[in-house]
């Protein structure tokens, strides 16, 4: 029997050339802080002087928060909120890739609520408070394409000194509007554009793995899964076709729509584990370096769901058997990976070790522990390391 609630209340404005549309259409107040990354990209590409010329276009005075860094801190998003409160803001622009846009949900929360954004998140150290009152609107601008922050209500924030990085989201930090403009993501780095969409693809492929997962989830999921498999080795070679971007954006976009309406699942607990102890290792190298191992285990409790992802991405199944038919995803998997130059990639490089493997499965438990429970099997604290340990070993192949 059927029984979900499909609930997505923001409006999305897609496509080449609409970031125009920012000059005219309805924004939810006149004081917006503009949320940026502390790298300088967006000054570097144009992007942030014509987002400010936009908003004051359409008659508004916005302020400037630059502070934002990849894998957004607490420290910065309790900042960000006292400074839009101190200046009366009255919405948030996120403007970026998905740590900007994040950061820009959780001032949004903090800034309408007080205290410290960490006083809402809801397990690991938060304070568990229930916030009184709705975040300030948010309107996401993202040049990157990949973590669907744009479509969904998730903002990720860690918290350093206790190395936690949990997502929390409600009703209220949903963008109100999101202007997706592939062409803005024509700047992005080959490396970059690999990365943040293999985020996305692991969106959709969790999604549809979820227990959580239903109807429209599904379908956004292959559409996903199918235009990445097909378009994203493109785009990190020929970065500079509009129209190439495009499609990868919208898969990027309905990823995150994937998110809002089915749900990650422990791989991304995982990742979270692995980047709260390494704040600088990216949110889409780490969900690479663990995926061949997780996914390995996915194929062989859920080989049904497996064997569609990998016809979706264009894996022959014709004469295989069930449970290699599943396993022909983490074949497929493996060579996306190749595709978009990204095999060269190990935990050790990035400072992991052996010794850290139970400080990691306790970490992706006890701050993102939600997605356990929408995992297709029950992986006990043991099951969780050995995959740590195989993604540590490097892949066999």
Not at 83 to 96: E, P, S, T, W, Y
Not at 297 to 322: E, F, I, N, S, Y
Not at 347 to 368: F, Q, V, Y
């Amino acid at each position: 029997m059927l029984d979900f609630t499909f609930h997505v209340p923001t409006r999305i404005v897609f496509g080449a050339g609409r970031l125009e549309e920012l000059g005219r259409l309805p924004l939810p107040g006149v004081k917006p802080l503009v949320v940026v990354g502390a790298g300088g990209s967006m000054r570097r590409h144009g992007h942030l002087d014509r987002v400010l010329a936009l908003l004051r276009q359409n008659g508004c005075e916005p302020m400037l928060f630059e502070r934002v860094r990849p894998n957004p801190s607490l420290v910065h998003v309790d900042e960000g909120a006292c400074v839009a409160r101190a200046n009366g803001c009255d919405f948030i622009v996120g403007l970026g890739g998905g740590s900007p846009i994040d950061a820009a949900k959780a001032i949004a929360l903090a800034a309408a609520n007080g205290g410290s954004y960490w006083d809402y998140i809801q397990s690991g150290t938060g304070g568990r408070r229930t916030p009184q009152h709705p975040a300030l609107p948010v309107v996401a601008i993202p040049t990157t394409a990949g973590t669907g922050t744009e479509a969904d209500p998730w903002t990720v924030v860690t918290r350093d000194e206790t190395q936690e990085k949990i997502g929390w989201g409600n009703d209220s930090t949903y963008p109100v509007l999101s202007i997706v403009d592939p062409a803005l993501t024509v700047t992005v780095p080959p490396r970059i554009t690999a990365m943040t969409g293999m985020d996305a693809f692991f969106h959709a492929v969790e999604a549809y793995l979820s227990l959580s997962r239903q109807p429209s989830s599904d379908l956004l999921a292959l559409e996903a899964v199918s235009l990445l498999a097909q378009f994203l080795p493109q785009a990190v070679r020929q970065g500079d076709s509009v129209e190439v971007r495009s499609m990868v954006s919208w898969a990027s976009t309905a990823a995150g729509l994937c998110e809002s309406l089915s749900s990650c699942i422990a791989h991304h607990s995982m990742e979270h584990a692995l980047s709260a102890h390494h704040p600088d290792l990216p949110h889409g190298a780490g969900l690479v370096m663990l995926s061949l191992p997780f996914f390995e285990v996915m194929a062989r409790v859920q080989p049904k769901r497996c064997a569609d992802l990998a016809a979706t991405m264009g894996m022959p199944l014709h004469g295989l058997p069930p449970a290699q038919q599943g396993m022909a995803f983490v074949e497929g998997l493996r060579l996306l990976i190749r595709a978009v130059g990204l095999d060269d990639l190990r935990l050790a490089d990035h400072g992991i070790t052996a010794a850290e493997i139970p400080a990691l499965a306790k970490n992706a438990r006890e701050t993102m522990g939600a997605l356990f429970p929408l995992t297709p099997v029950d992986l006990r604290p043991e099951d969780v390391e050995a995959i740590f340990a195989k993604a540590l070993a490097g892949p066999t192949a």
